[in-house]
C-alpha cells in the first residue's frame, strides 16, 4: 500500500521559516515527480512546488518563487520543501504527491494527508 505522510507543520510568527518532509513508502517513487500544494480555508487547492524524479528540474508557484525551495532524497524516498520568509497568507494545509509532475493536481496519482502550515503576523 502506498503511503505518504508529512511532517514539519507548525505555528511560525511572519518572516520565520519550516522545513516540511513527506516520507513515501508502499513503492519505490525515484522514477516519479514529487510536488507540494496547498488548500487554505474557504479556497481551492493550489500547486506550489514540483521536482522532477532526478531532482534536476524544479518548478514554483509565483507566489513562493525566491523564498521556497523543494528538493530531494531519492535514497530515503522523502521530498522537502524549505520555506523561508513566510507571510501569513503561505498559512495553508500543505499536501505532498507522488506523479508525472506539473501543477495540474490532476497529474499525481498518490497523495499525503496534509500538514497544517499557520503563518502570524
Known amino acids: 500500500q502506498v503511503q505518504l505522510v508529512e511532517s514539519g507543520g507548525g505555528l511560525v510568527q511572519a518572516g520565520g521559516s519550516l522545513r516540511l518532509s513527506c516520507a513515501a513508502s508502499?513503492?519505490?517513487?525515484?522514477?516519479?515527480?514529487m510536488g507540494w500544494f496547498r488548500q487554505a480555508p474557504g479556497k481551492e487547492r493550489e500547486f506550489v512546488a514540483a521536482?522532477?524524479?532526478?531532482?534536476?528540474?524544479?518548478y514554483y508557484a509565483d507566489s513562493v518563487k525566491g523564498r521556497f525551495t523543494i528538493s530531494r532524497d531519492n535514497a530515503k524516498n522523502t521530498v522537502y520543501l524549505q520555506m523561508n520568509s513566510l507571510k501569513p497568507e503561505d498559512t495553508a494545509v500543505y499536501y505532498c504527491a507522488v506523479g508525472h509532475g506539473g501543477p495540474l493536481a490532476g497529474s499525481y496519482d498518490y497523495w499525503g494527508q496534509g500538514t497544517q502550515v499557520t503563518v502570524s503576523s
Open positions: 521536482i522532477s524524479w532526478s531532482g534536476g528540474s524544479t
Open positions: 508502499g513503492r519505490t517513487f525515484s522514477s516519479y515527480a
